[in-house]
């Protein structure tokens, strides 16, 4: 059974830092993109991070040289480590699974989803 599980969430102040936790089961991740997803209330989900073998890593725009995706291969495990954090990183931050980058990066309906865990930035 195919399961991703997020943990690591919280709340923080401005600047401080957390690291998100994606422990996958039921397949093996580096045989495929992985991913961390946020959605703000009320807005839509979008991509943050991914990383898929023969295809590098892409980081939204917004998060780039704060945040960094990686992956621990002998735990099946995929990281998101947010340093920096800024209010506008308020949000539930989900862990997806999807066959290659560019799919991931279209938010394919088909990717599989944790259930989500939530980050909130705030003094």
């Known amino acids: 059974q195919v399961q991703l599980v997020e943990s690591g969430g919280g709340w923080v102040q401005p600047g401080e830092s957390l690291r998100l936790s994606c422990a996958a089961s039921?397949?093996?991740?580096?045989?495929?993109?992985m991913g961390w997803f946020r959605q703000a209330t009320g807005k839509q989900r979008n991509l943050v991070a991914a990383v898929a073998s023969g295809d590098g890593i892409h980081y939204a725009d917004s998060v780039k040289g704060r945040f960094t995706i990686s992956i621990d291969n002998a735990e099946n495990t995929v990281y998101l480590q947010m340093d920096s954090l800024k209010p506008e990183d308020t949000a539930v931050y989900y862990c997806?699974?999807?066959?290659?980058?560019?799919?991931?990066?279209?938010?394919?309906?088909?990717?599989?989803w944790g259930q989500g865990t939530q980050v909130t930035v705030s003094s």
């Open positions: 997806a699974r999807g066959p290659n980058q560019a799919y991931m990066l279209r938010n394919g309906p088909n990717l599989y």
């Open positions: 039921g397949f093996t991740v580096r045989f495929y993109a």
